[in-house]
């Protein structure tokens, strides 16, 4: 079993910056990947980012490419998500998750592959 624990949301205003942190624990050896995922009130759950947990390599939603930029820390057991340019519709409860197999880059932005997730960190933005 992992557990995931988000921290680092906020409120900040349009154009600003923000690093989420998730520190991972427990089974932390199983981990192949770790991410992001978002959810807007009144909309559904996507995809925002991902990371190979040995390789580093990333892969990024559309909407947040070049502006979010996901990094791990190894031996912290951490993953990180430090966003910029931040816009009103970036505004959403944040979701770390955790995978013990995940088909790169095919299924990276598929909720089910993902096997374990936290519990959200909110991330609010002021026009």
């Known amino acids: 079993q992992v557990t995931l624990v988000e921290s680092g949301g906020g409120l900040v205003q349009a154009g600003g910056t923000l690093k989420l942190s998730c520190v991972a624990s427990?089974?932390?050896?199983?981990?192949?990947?770790m991410g992001w995922f978002r959810q807007a009130p009144g909309k559904e759950r996507e995809f925002v980012a991902a990371?190979?947990?040995?390789?580093?390599?990333?892969y990024y939603a559309d909407s947040v490419r070049g502006r979010f930029i996901i990094s791990r820390d190894n031996a912290k057991n951490t993953v990180y998500l430090q966003m910029s340019g931040l816009k009103p519709e970036d505004a959403a409860d944040y979701y770390c998750?955790?995978?013990?197999?995940?088909?790169?880059?095919?299924?990276?932005?598929?909720?089910?592959?993902?096997?374990?997730w936290g519990q959200g960190t909110q991330v609010a933005v002021s026009s």
């Open positions: 427990g089974r932390t050896d199983a981990i192949t990947s």
């Open positions: 998750v955790a995978a013990a197999g995940l088909f790169w880059p095919a299924r990276v932005a598929t909720q089910t592959k993902w096997d374990y």
């Open positions: 990371v190979r947990w040995s390789a580093g390599t990333t």
